[in-house]
């Protein structure tokens, strides 16, 4: 039995820039709660959130935004790089990329390592792994030495080469660890076993940089739950990780850099299991467009019948190589805050009011006006209504209609209310511009995909973005607000390992070839992680990156266990067509080469059956609250049928335009759309004329 079978009562728990999710699962039915975040010290939120719960013991399973607010804010600590004679300015030179094409004047942001703690030692190995010159190991000693004099935390070795052969790095970590317990070292070979020096560099530097904040902090969290102060069930706790899968806090402190993009995985995680549980009789997986808009920034992600996977990624202005759902990140949340610039152009984002002082309307200083703000003006939020009329945030309509007043005054003179409408334009399309680039620029037709928001602003602008794609139907699930924390609920225990191969797809499958044994040590690798989880016979899936000669980019393919060769002939015609489907076109005659393989362990946790009900009468008077008026067109307000979430039943049927309360995030339906209540309770909206 997993370590996660056991307890009854699990809580999901994700922390945002805003509010602070809870899911409790208890005996499979499901409870939520938000309360703000406390960006000082998230735990705060958390005790507090359990405390509303009255949680006595649990398992948590913690979405954690402390390692990305770690390098967003560069408060990491203070970390230094151990690498290859001649190799200490990787960091500095970089890949010589122009963020800003057409801009004359453009400032790079510092190393994370400044110069005087980029430290060389004599060492080389050749392509292949061999010694070219041996390990100074009196070097490294000395190094070391005035590196830890100097008040260094964290240490981050990356030799040349050596993901080919570990040896150096290995004896190196081994004569530091003897004499300086206390440091917290990061090995390439560990980190990033794969090639492209920069990439490989600047990853260990970031596991380095946040694995002491975040050990730290996990540290303080299990430590609670064994004095008592949080409920944890004997200190059990696990952490999402940036590949969509969680882990124990252990691993997770080893290796910090993979919790960074962990934010939005969850999301689509809860997303993908949603739209799964909504269509139990569908021969094809879902096909979905996630849209989770929460208080600072909105995540769109694109799942063609699975959850899409990169491991390029940059954060910070940072490259980050390791595995990650495939998620893209505009600034457009709740919280962005909307400006006129000189020429009096309206913008909104990335400038987020996050939790303090949050939007105009939250009483609590904030003076710029929000997303939030402008729906609220727009009648799309109700005081009465927001987290239930019960939460820990009240919203003041006057402020946020003084506040919309000013910019519409700034905008030469604008009503607040057309102030408020150009706000939610101008938001919708920066997120437009973020559903094309993960489908229509990736080769994927929107108009076969059904766009699920959520979040807690997601169901508000759902519909016209749908608009905008022809997006054809959206799903709406019963807790969008809290779908993220939902997410850690249903994610499996998961273990990445990887190794840069490099060589031609003839020669990787032969017997004495490289793909057989690095396949077996990887597999070896990931089972015993796991099974030190509680998982002894987990699942392993493979993967390989592909490009073809002479090409410097590649594409993940799925390598089918055990690797036969009509598995291998699989692959190669897979990697055609996912070439032919992304850039257009595919050369079956060329060489096609094996840069990585990429294997990965599953400990599956058990899901909740989501309640089903079966369908009632259409009839949706018992819900319905009272006309709002809300505002669609500058032209004036339209007199709106508002719905409680909780009164509605399976079957009922909506005919926009309507609105749907409820306590984690508010639906707009707009004119010309309907929605239906199926079995879970979900929302399924589609064009009227759609048939």
């Not at 769109?300 to 190589?321: D, H, K, Q």
């Not at 939007?359 to 799309?380: E, F, K, N, S």
């Not at 239906?676 to 004329?689: C, I, S, T």
Request: net charge neutral.
């Amino acid at each position: 039995m997993s370590e996660l079978s056991g307890p009854r009562v699990t809580v999901g728990i994700d922390v945002g820039g805003t509010f602070t999710d809870f899911v409790l699962l208890e005996n499979g039915r499901i409870r939520i709660w938000k309360c703000s975040t406390t960006p000082a010290d998230q735990s705060r939120a958390i005790a507090s959130g359990l405390a509303e719960l009255g949680i006595r013991r649990a398992v948590i399973v913690h979405g954690t935004t402390l390692a990305t607010n770690a390098l967003l804010e560069r408060r990491g600590a203070r970390t230094a790089l151990l690498t290859t004679a001649g190799f200490a300015d990787v960091l500095a030179i970089g890949r010589q990329n122009r963020p800003h094409l057409y801009r004359l004047h453009q400032e790079r942001q510092p190393p994370l390592v400044p110069d005087g703690w980029r430290r060389e030692v004599a060492e080389r190995l050749d392509a292949a792994g061999k010694v070219v010159t041996p390990l100074d190991e009196e070097a490294v000693d000395e190094v070391v030495g005035r590196l830890a004099s100097e008040g260094v935390e964290s240490l981050a070795i990356v030799f040349l080469f050596s993901f080919r052969n570990p040896a150096h790095e290995k004896r190196a970590a081994e004569r530091i660890r003897a004499r300086y317990p206390h440091l917290s070292l990061s090995l390439s070979s560990d980190i990033l076993p794969e090639y492209r020096e920069y990439e490989r560099t600047v990853t260990t530097v970031v596991n380095a940089y946040v694995s002491p904040l975040v050990g730290k902090y996990l540290e303080r969290l299990v430590q609670a739950g064994v004095e008592g102060h949080l409920p944890l069930e004997e200190g059990r706790i696990r952490v999402m990780q940036s590949n969509g899968g969680v882990v124990g806090p252990r691993q997770a402190a080893a290796q910090a850099a993979r919790l960074v993009l962990s934010g939005p995985a969850g999301g689509v995680v809860g997303a993908f299991f949603v739209a799964r549980e909504a269509q139990p009789d569908s021969p094809v997986a879902p096909h979905i467009i996630t849209l989770d808009m929460g208080g600072t920034s909105t995540d769109v992600s694109l799942c063609p019948g699975t959850i899409p996977y990169t491991s390029e990624n940059t954060v910070a202005g940072l490259p980050l190589r390791l595995p990650a759902v495939d998620v893209h990140t505009v600034g457009a949340g709740g919280g962005s805050m909307a400006w006129v610039d000189a020429a009096g152009v309206l913008h909104v984002g990335p400038q987020s009011a996050g939790a303090v002082p949050g939007p105009v309307c939250y009483g609590r200083g904030g003076q710029t006006p929000t997303v939030t703000d402008a729906h609220l003006v727009l009648g799309r939020l109700h005081p009465a209504y927001f987290l239930g009329g019960r939460g820990d945030v009240s919203l003041d309509l006057s402020a946020a209609r003084s506040a919309l007043a000013r910019l519409g005054q700034a905008l030469g003179g604008l009503t607040a209310e057309e102030a408020a409408l150009g706000v939610v334009q101008v938001a919708n399309a920066t997120m437009e511009r973020a559903l094309r680039y993960v489908s229509i620029e990736r080769g994927f037709d929107p108009r076969r995909f059904t766009l699920l928001p959520f979040g807690g602003a997601g169901p508000l602008h759902a519909c016209a973005l749908a608009e905008a794609l022809d997006i054809p139907r959206i799903l709406v699930p019963p807790h969008p607000g809290v779908l993220s924390a939902l997410g850690l609920l249903v994610a499996d225990v998961t273990c990445d390992a990887s190794r840069s191969l490099l060589c031609n797809a003839d020669e990787a499958l032969a017997e004495s070839g490289p793909l057989l044994q690095a396949l077996q040590e990887l597999v070896a690798q990931v089972r015993a992680k796991l099974h030190e989880e509680g998982f002894p016979r987990p699942k392993v899936e493979a993967s390989l990156d592909l490009r073809y000669r002479g090409q410097s980019y590649e594409l993940a393919v799925p390598l089918p266990l055990p690797p036969t060769a009509e598995a291998w002939e699989k692959v190669q015609r897979d990697f055609h067509a996912a070439h032919q489907q992304r850039y257009g076109y595919a050369m079956p005659t060329e060489t096609v080469e094996v840069v990585t393989l990429r294997v990965r362990g599953l400990g599956p946790v058990p899901r909740p059956a989501l309640p089903r009900t079966p369908r009632g009468p259409e009839e949706a008077t018992p819900a319905l609250l009272d006309l709002q008026p809300v505002w669609f067109r500058p032209d004036g307000p339209t007199a709106t049928p508002a719905y409680a979430r909780s009164r509605l039943r399976p079957g009922n049927r909506l005919v926009g335009p309507a609105i749907v309360f409820q306590y984690d995030t508010t639906v707009l339906l707009h004119p010309g759309w309907e929605a239906e209540v199926d079995e879970w309770g979900n929302l399924w909206m589609k064009r009227a004329d759609s048939g």
